[in-house]
Each structure stands twice: as structure tokens, then as C-alpha cells.
């Protein structure tokens, strides 16, 4: 396993959990919450169970691991061993994303990335900043958005 993977996405990859109340989507929930929106939590009802939605926005926020969706930055690396394992369950993951997408989409969702490495990390943004963002993001009409961290 690299030594970039922390200590918390080490131990989600050798459980097998991921993806689920991360530090950095706790931080996102409770800055959305203080700025008074309300929101639903992997909604088994939306396509691709988003870690929020905010369905008065038609508005899904995915808080991505940079490892887990194999965000082109410096907290990606494909691990040195268990490689081919890596690569085709890394693969299967970006299908699954480019599905979600598609069909939330169709839906009328609107979606908004929000990459670890914009929170955490050598290139992470002032935490008020990627709210800020966030929230300019939710109440204007852009179908999709990012926000990942400096090095991207
Ligand atoms: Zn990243």
C-alpha cells in the first residue's frame, strides 16, 4: 500500500468501508447546516446514493475520496501492490460514477463534486472558502460544479 494513503483510508481499504461520514463530509454538513440549508443523507431514493441532497436545489453533493474515484492530484496513487486488484476495482468505480452522473442527470439533478483534496492536504482550501463555494454553487443554476483543492 503506498505510504500516501492515510491512516483513515488504509484502514477503510483493508475493512472494506468507504466512503461514508468521512472528515471531510462531516465538515461539509455541518458548514452547510450552520448556513441554514437543509439537507438528506445518501438518499436511497436518488440514484447513486449522494452524500447529500438538497432536493429544494435539485442539488447532489458528492464528497469524493481522492484515492476511491481516482482524482487526477497528489492524493491519488495507485497502490504498489495488489496493483491489477487496485486498477480494475478503481476502474469499476469510475464506470459506476460516469453511471451515477449520467443518470442523475437525466433526472434533473444537479451535481456538485467536492474532492478530499480541497479539505485535507498540502493543497487544501481555507474550509470557509470551499463552503462559500458550496453554497454559491447551490442557490445559483449551474448544472454541475467542482471544487478540488490548489493542485488541480
Ligand atoms: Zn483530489
Redesign the pocket.
Known amino acids: 500500500m503506498p505510504d500516501i494513503v492515510d491512516r483513515e483510508t488504509r484502514s477503510r481499504m483493508m475493512s472494506g468501508i468507504r466512503g461514508k461520514d468521512t472528515k471531510p463530509e462531516l465538515l461539509i454538513r455541518k458548514g452547510l447546516h450552520a448556513r441554514g440549508f437543509r439537507f438528506r443523507l445518501h438518499s436511497s431514493r436518488v440514484p447513486g446514493r449522494p452524500d447529500l441532497i438538497l432536493p429544494r436545489y435539485h442539488a447532489a453533493i458528492f464528497v469524493h475520496g481522492?484515492f476511491w474515484h481516482s482524482?487526477a492530484?497528489h492524493?491519488?496513487r495507485m497502490p504498489g501492490t495488489r496493483t491489477e486488484f487496485w486498477k480494475a476495482k478503481l476502474e469499476r468505480n469510475r464506470h459506476r460514477d460516469a453511471e451515477v452522473r449520467e443518470v442523475l442527470l437525466k433526472n434533473g439533478w444537479r451535481i456538485l463534486v467536492i474532492?478530499?483534496?480541497a479539505l485535507k492536504g498540502k493543497y487544501r482550501l481555507d474550509p470557509d472558502e470551499v463552503l462559500d463555494r458550496a453554497t454559491a454553487w447551490v442557490r445559483g443554476d449551474e448544472t454541475e460544479g467542482e471544487i478540488?483543492?490548489r493542485s488541480?
Do not use: R
Request: charged share 10%.
Open positions: 481522492c482524482h492530484c492524493l491519488f474532492w478530499e483534496c478540488a483543492g488541480v
